[in-house]
């Protein structure tokens, strides 16, 4: 970690050198390309695959201590990276989930800004659970000083650490399974280890150029060109030494987060770290309209929000960009495929007989299918989509209803966005 860096963070690094070197030996001098293991289409990236001699050496590694599941090798790897569209680096995931001595620690960090998108919602508690069932631990970085240096609710860190509670709670009342999640307040764990913390920024941001770490803008919602803020260039280097200060193992953030990421990894080339951090990157859903890439919490048409009323949400997906036909680049297929499906188990459209009458799709596949070709028409897929996203959203409507403390929460992060 350079000069001063935690001496406990290296011999831990080292330690995980050493248990890599088990597995490895004549498997390294195999092409990964050579009896790959298949991935999904969609789940492809230019990481390479690992062979399947690799995997067969580590399916017969004795089971780590800390792992009492009953999952296989196999099957907590699929949960792992049904989450993300990106994976880096395969090879690493496998042995990660199989020598790690310890419950691998994934990492998500974010800032408390107002309101919550569904993505960030339904979609988060869904690859949370995920990955807290395949054996990890899942720590949440509630990023209030980095809420603060990007000007977020005008710096106020009170109003931050408001938004922060309303988000645990949502996430509480769409399901998110709490038992081997933490949620870590950046500003109070700062404080109790702040000589780490800032040697590992100051070594981060002495080692790279100013170039690079502006490239790294985008993970602040921010372009190249923009003018910023001598906080705001401070900002991806304490991000990166996040990672490395909550011993994280998997970075599980967006794809808009992976410059960053990739960053701690080439921190670690340039420090000779032997255990990068693999990085599960969640694809980001598009917006609502026509050619919006991502949702946008600054255009409350772009997404459905965890607040949206009934009403709202039936506005917005009735306006939706859908056209017949196409699957690719339309949002309400996107909707359906990564968190209406998963979160349900399937997906109910009603019709009437001269219509073609009720149908039910338990795959993805098969809905595709109909839309593609015309059998499934926007008409009868909007209605039904909203009926379903209600049908999810209802019991965070209640929670936020019923329960005093969440209804007070609610009700301050209203005042604030009203006075933005």
Known sequence: MGEGAPESLVQEQEHHAKIEQQTKGENEALPVTEGALAVPAQDQD???CIDLVTISKLRELPRPSWWTGSLTLEERHALCRSVAEECLQEEELWRLLAQKQSAPVCYDGFEPSG???????????????????????FKFWIADYFAQLNNKLGGDLEKIRTVGRYFIEVWRACGMDMERVEFLWASEEIAKRSTEYWTLVMDIARRNSLARIIRCCQIMGRNESDELSAAQILYPCMQCADIFFLRADICQLGMDQRKVNVLAREYCDMRKLPHKPVILSHRMMPGLKQGQEKMSKSDPDSAIFMEDTEIEVNTKIKKAFCPPGVVEGNPCIEYLQYMVMPKLGGFSVDRRPEHGGSVHYAAFDDLA????????HPSDLKPALARALNLILQPVRDHFERNPEARQLLEKVRRYRSKA
């Open 115 to 137: 309101r919550m998108h569904i993505a960030q919602g339904v979609q988060k508690a869904l690859n949370v659970n995920k990955l807290t069932a395949a054996g990890c631990v």
């Open 369 to 376: 299918r109909d839309y593609a070709s015309g059998a499934l």
């Open 46 to 48: 230019t990481s390479g």
